[in-house]
């Protein structure tokens, strides 16, 4: 049974840093695309990041070059690194997989299996 288990975050200031993780089990994640969505109060859920099993990765322009994918084989666990995080950031955050091969990662519906999400708060 495939289960994803986020964790990491918490209330921080603006100009503060976070690290999410996203812990997988019950396939091999790394054959699969994972991607980070968040979803603020009203809101739609939006891509943040995504990596795909060749490790390549894409960014959601709001958070290009503050944010930053990445995965640990050998933990099966997938990671997001926030930076420099501002209030427009306040979301519950998702680690998503997909079993499709060339998902839309900007798609939610593309994306089979979802972790319980974990709160993140940037106050000014």
């Known amino acids: 049974q495939v289960q994803l288990v986020e964790s990491g975050g918490g209330s921080v200031q603006s100009g503060g840093s976070l690290r999410l993780s996203c812990a997988a089990s019950?396939?091999?994640?790394?054959?699969?695309?994972m991607a980070w969505f968040r979803q603020a109060p009203g809101k739609k859920r939006e891509g943040v990041a995504a990596?795909?099993?060749?490790?390549?990765?894409i960014y959601a322009d709001s958070v290009k070059g503050r944010f930053t994918i990445s995965r640990d084989v050998a933990k099966n666990t997938l990671y997001l690194q926030m930076n420099s995080l501002k209030p427009d950031d306040t979301a519950m955050y998702y680690c998503?997989?997909?079993?499709?091969?060339?998902?839309?990662?900007?798609?939610?519906?593309?994306?089979?299996?979802w972790g319980q999400g974990t709160q993140v708060t940037v106050s000014s």
């Open positions: 998503a997989t997909s079993t499709l091969w060339r998902p839309n990662w900007c798609l939610p519906g593309d994306f089979k299996y």
């Open positions: 019950g396939y091999t994640y790394s054959d699969y695309y």
């Open positions: 990596i795909d099993s060749d490790g390549g990765t």
